[in-house]
């Protein structure tokens, strides 16, 4: 167990973009440093506490979340942020896993796509792509589905600018996006219908 | 071998203080160049200071004569409608980086450490003859852009030193910053320019990007165009087609571009010349 740790949740709203306070005030805290260590720690995954053992400091998250702690969904594909397909949202923000360093996301909210539906359980946006026949390979859907799922939840009535702006990092070599964009207009009319305009939930 | 400590500081001075006593370490923002580095083997940190929770370092203040936006602003804060509304150019420069994924992780302190000639903060920060306040351990000190980027991805920030915050003046005018690339969405500048237009002072600042190892001004497409525009037309400041075209020139001539494998020296120095006289266009009107 590494020692308690001096690390502050963000406290950014989800999804609303940040609203950083206001320079010049300087802060109180003079104190020292904190350390983490980087071969032993817990991280926060869709609501559970998980260790970490053995970890190499320079292991992304993405790394730790699929060869450490078992959760697959999350794809690798580039390493390099280009594809998507590694997304996850940390602290209610969308982020490419792989380019966060596991032992950073330490004191963070780490929602994975394993997250969004109960065990077993397929969310409404996961149903859509595969009806919409948005699903070829499959590589790049947990990371469209991460996606679209934090633009929902913000913005249930995106329009279509607005969402092409949500996806544009990520990336699919089969589907032509045609039927990835179909998907996500399936969702929101369903969402709308089902609860009077405001599905996204949580 | 010892096991690799990850600092996790919440305030500048611990970050700095970190840095001190912790041989080889490396400071992390948003990740989204230095994992880059790591997870392709060309960066293997021995230690990590990790700025996420310095609080301090997102903040930014708008005064009426100027914008002072900490390192650990996102380009996400940035393109956002606090910072827009001063910066229009900022913001816009921070809308065309990467994609969702990438402006919500990166910072404005990233860019700059990391120096790119296509760093897309770079070309308005440098119209803006931006401050670079930095800290470590014998104090702060405060430098013009100019003196921290220095090459290509090289800068005089020292090991020890955390960039805190980019000071800018405002100016009373409209602003503009376009980019060339080969998609509009997650694509590394070909060029780039930004256009500043003072209303009150009657100049223009034309920088580029991705046509010298450092962002340049093109000073004497500045000077030639601030001589040209009629800045008392009615209707708002206007230029002629004559004098839109040798601006376009001159910014042409401030270029040093070369060939790589995203573009040629030929097509950069072409593409530079148009955006930069469009985004002026966008400033300030064509005299029929
Ligand atoms: C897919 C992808 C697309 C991209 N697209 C663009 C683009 O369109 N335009 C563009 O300009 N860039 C782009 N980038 C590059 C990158 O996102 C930016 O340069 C970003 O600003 C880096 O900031 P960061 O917070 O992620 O820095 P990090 O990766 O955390 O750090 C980068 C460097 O800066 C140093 N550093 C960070 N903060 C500080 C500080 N406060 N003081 C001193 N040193 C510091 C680090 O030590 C490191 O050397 C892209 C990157 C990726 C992966
Ligand atoms: S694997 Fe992370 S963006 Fe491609
Ligand atoms: S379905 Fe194959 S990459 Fe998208």
Redesign the interface.
């Known amino acids: 167990m590494p020692r308690e740790?001096?690390?502050?949740r963000?406290e950014r709203e989800e999804g609303a973009?940040?609203s950083?306070?206001?320079?010049?005030?300087?802060?109180a805290?003079?104190?020292?440093?904190?350390?983490?260590?980087?071969?032993t720690y817990e991280l926060t995954v869709n609501g559970t506490r998980r260790a970490v053992e053995d970890a190499?400091?320079?292991e992304?998250l993405l790394f730790v979340l699929r060869e450490r702690l078992g959760l697959s969904g999350s794809k690798n594909a580039c390493?390099?942020?280009?594809c998507?397909s590694c997304?996850v949202l940390l602290d209610g923000?969308?982020?490419?896993a792989?380019?966060?360093?596991g032992?950073?996301a330490?004191?963070s909210r780490v929602e994975t796509v394993e997250g969004l539906s109960a065990a077993g359980d397929v969310a409404d946006i996961q149903a859509a792509l595969v009806d919409a026949g948005g699903v070829q390979c499959g590589f790049c859907t947990p990371g469209f589905v991460v996606?679209v799922h934090d633009l929902l939840r913000r913005v249930p009535g995106a329009d279509e600018m607005a969402v092409r702006?949500?996806l544009?990092?990520?990336l699919c070599r089969c589907t032509g996006y045609g039927r990835i964009l179909e998907a996500v207009r399936d969702v929101q009319r369903s969402r709308a219908g089902s609860d009077g305009g405001h599905g996204a939930g949580a | 071998m010892p096991?690799?400590?990850?600092?996790?500081?919440?305030?500048?001075?611990?970050?700095v203080?970190?840095l001190r006593e912790t041989p080889g370490a490396q400071l992390?923002a948003?990740?989204?160049d230095f994992?880059?580095e790591?997870?392709?083997g060309l960066r293997?940190?021995p230690?990590?200071?990790?700025l996420?929770?310095v609080?301090?370092l997102?903040?930014?203040?708008v005064t009426p004569a100027s914008v002072?936006?900490?390192a650990g602003?996102?380009y996400?804060?940035m393109g956002?409608p606090e910072l827009s509304s001063v910066l229009p150019a900022l913001a816009a420069a921070a809308r065309t980086v990467?994609?969702?994924?990438?402006r919500?992780?990166g910072t404005l302190g990233g860019n700059v450490a990391t120096a790119s000639p296509a760093g897309d903060t770079l070309p308005l920060l440098t119209a803006l003859d931006a401050r670079v306040r930095l800290r470590g351990p014998s104090g702060g000190r405060t430098v013009a852009l100019g003196e921290v980027v220095t090459g290509v991805k090289t800068t005089s920030i020292a090991p020890d030193e955390v960039v805190v915050?980019v000071v800018l003046d405002r100016r009373p005018g409209p602003q503009q910053f376009l980019k060339v690339g080969t998609r509009?969405?997650?694509v590394i500048a070909i060029a780039s320019a930004a256009v500043v237009v003072d209303l009150e002072a009657h100049d223009v600042r034309v920088a580029l990007g991705s046509v010298a190892p450092v962002p340049v001004r093109a000073a004497a497409a500045e000077a030639h165009i601030a001589d040209a525009i009629d800045w008392r037309a009615a209707g708002g400041p206007r230029a002629s087609a004559a004098a839109l075209a040798r601006f376009a020139e001159l910014v042409a001539d401030a270029a040093s571009p070369i060939t790589d494998h995203r573009s040629t020296s030929e097509y950069r120095r072409r593409a530079v010349q148009v955006i930069a006289r469009r985004a002026l266009e966008r400033c300030v009107a064509r005299a029929a």
Do not use: H, K
């Not at chain 1, 950083?20 to 300087?26: H, K, N, T, Y």
């Not at chain 2, 997102?58 to 203040?61: C, T």
């Open positions: 740790e001096r690390v502050p963000e973009g940040a950083p306070g206001r320079a010049g005030a300087g802060d805290s003079g104190g020292v440093p904190a350390y983490v260590q980087a071969d190499w400091l320079g992304s390493e390099q942020g280009e998507g997304s923000v969308v982020v490419c792989c380019l966060v360093l032992v950073d330490i004191g996606a702006e949500a544009s990092g990520n | 096991v690799a400590r990850v600092a996790v500081p919440t305030t500048v001075d611990e970050a203080q970190a992390l948003g990740g989204t994992c880059v790591v997870n392709f293997r940190p230690a990590v200071v990790a996420r929770r609080r301090e997102r903040r930014y203040e002072v936006i900490g602003t996102t996400a804060d956002g990467g994609s969702p994924q990438i919500n992780a915050e509009n969405a997650m």
